[in-house]
């Protein structure tokens, strides 16, 4: 199925690109419609120490918030481990 998917749109491609001097319309709407961006990315937040909800605001905050969160599920895996042998 993802075969014919690939097919379907390389002959769809192949199409605008042999139309898009004639039809330069069809190639810029195709050319809009990949590169909008469709992905609505929601605030990151988490509750700090004393369990109020914080919400990112620069980069920097998402970047500490996401390595917190990924050093806890590392150090929670480790912690499974070192439990399961006696």
């Known amino acids: 199925m993802e075969a014919e998917t ?44 004393k369990g109020n909800e914080r919400t990112a605001e620069t980069d920097s905050d998402e970047v500490h918030t996401l390595a917190d969160f990924f050093l806890l599920c590392k150090r929670e895996k480790i912690m499974e481990t070192l439990n399961t042998y006696p």
């Open 6 to 49: 690939v097919k379907l749109i390389q002959k769809e491609q192949a199409k605008i690109s042999a139309e898009c001097k004639s039809n330069p319309k069809r190639f810029w709407k195709y050319v809009n419609r990949k590169t909008k961006n469709k992905d609505n990315v929601i605030d990151l937040k988490w509750q700090d120490d």
